[in-house]
C-alpha cells in the first residue's frame, strides 16, 4: 500500500515501517499486535522506527480495504443570506471536500434559514433521515439547534463553527474569541476618532446568536470608561431591506446627531456604510465592522469603512471537514477549540488579503 498524504501528514503503512526497519511485514505485524515471539533487539528496532515515522493506527488503511464511504453532514445558513457572509466558510468546505475525494470522503449540506427557527427543524428532521459519519454544524439559531442536537446518535461526532450553543460541548469548536475581537473594535475606535465627545453607536443584527452577544460585550466593556463617551446599542433586522434599513438609521440619526462611530457587529457593515456615504452632509464617523465579503471591501477601498475584523471564515470551514476527517478516518485526537486569529483588515492591506 503506497503512501497517503494529507495536508503535510504521511499516514505511513506497515510497508514504510517493515522497509526502514530491515524487517519483514509480518514480524512488523506481531509486534504491533503482540503476535508470536520477536527477538528483542529486532522488537525495539520496529518501535523505534515506529516512533521516528509517527505511524498512525491502522484505521484509515481498514477503511480503504472495505471501500468505506465516509458522509459529513454540513448544517448552516443558506449562502446568500447575511449578506454573502456564509459563501466564506462554504468555500472552505468545498476545498477541504475536493482535497479529500480520495479519501472516500464526501460532504452533504443541509441549508436552513437563518430567519425561521421552524426552518432548523424541518432541515434537522431531513438530516436526521442521513447516514452520517459526522456533522459541522453553524448554530447560530441556539434555541433551535439545541432540539436538533438533542435527536442526534450519541456517538455522532459534531463540531462548531462560527458560533457554539452553551451547555453543549461538541467534539470541537473552530471559531473567533468573540468577546476579545469586540475588546479590540473598541481599541481602534477610541485610537481613531479624533473628536472630544459624542455618540458610539453599536449596531447589533437580529437575529443575535451567541458570538454577537458576545462581541457587544467586549466593545462595551472596552469603552465603558471614555470621557466624552457613549456607547449605544441600536437594533436592526438582518432580515429588513436596504430601504427600511436606511430608514431606520436615518430616525435614529435625526435624534442623535453627535455620533462619533458606529460598530457593526456582522458582515452587514456595508448597509450601514451605504446609509451614511449617501448624505454628504453628515459629519465624519469611524466605521468598524466585520468580514471581508466584496460589498464590504470595496467600500473599504473607498474609506467608507475604515476597518473590517475577519474571523477567518474560509478557514473555519476548512477546518471543520479535516476536524471530522481526523477524528472519523484516521482515528486521531482533534482540538477542543481552534481558535481563529483576529485580524484587522484596511484599505491599503485588503488586496494582500486571504479570508
Known sequence: MRNFWVRGLTIVTIKDIAKKARVSIGTVDRVLHNRGRVHPETEKRVLQVIKELDYRTNIFAKNLKLRKVFNFGVLMPRPEQDSHYWTLPLRGIERAQQELVSHKVQVSFFFFDRHQEKSVLLVGKKMLREKLDGLLAAPVLPKSFGQVLQELPEDLP????DSYVPGIKPLSFIGQDAFQSGILASCLMKQAIHCQQGKIAVVKVLPEDYHIAERIEGFLKGSCNWRGFESVVIEIDGHWSAARTKAHLEAYYRKNKDIAGIFVTNAMTHKVAEWWKGNSGKQKIVL?????????????KEKAIDFLISQQSERQGYEG?????RKVVL????KEKVMMQIDIITAENVDYYQS
Open 158 to 161: 459534531v463540531v462548531f463553527f
Open 331 to 334: 482515528g486521531e485526537k482533534v
Open 288 to 300: 468598524i465592522g466585520y468580514d471581508p465579503i466584496p460589498r464590504n471591501v470595496k467600500l473599504l
Open 321 to 325: 471537514i479535516y476536524a471530522l476527517f
